[in-house]
């Protein structure tokens, strides 16, 4: 399955480009949740949606399908936070709203709010 995502920049000078997703592409979607807990996490939480899920999504399972708890640790929690625990931001609210002026949003549902598109 391969979505289309067009992206724009912020200016609005630029012209839309698309981009090829491939949903079925492990290694790609666990590189990229990779870079988003590296850079994204810091601000942006995934409230509604679990550690074990995320890693079940992304294929981070043993041989019998059941979530790797070591590579799951070892690669998305940076916290002390627990498998079955939502994805949290440690920024806190007040800081957020200090900071940037607003607190930045959850991104588990925006998928579902903007569409794939």
């Known amino acids: 399955m391969v979505s289309t995502l067009v992206l724009a920049a912020e200016s609005g000078n630029d012209a839309m480009r698309q981009v090829k997703i491939d949903l079925t592409d492990q290694a790609a979607l666990q590189r990229g949740a990779r870079m988003y807990m590296n850079y994204c996490a810091g601000c942006h939480s995934l409230e509604y949606l679990r550690y074990s899920r995320f890693a079940q999504d992304l294929g981070i399972t043993d041989n019998f399908g059941q979530v790797d708890q070591t590579l799951l640790k ?34 588990s549902l925006s998928g579902r709010v903007h569409g794939a598109e």
């Open 74 to 107: 070892n690669n998305l929690i940076f916290t002390t936070a627990k498998a079955q625990e939502p994805i949290k931001t440690a920024m806190l609210p007040e800081d957020s709203r200090e900071w940037f002026g607003i607190e930045p949003p959850d991104l």
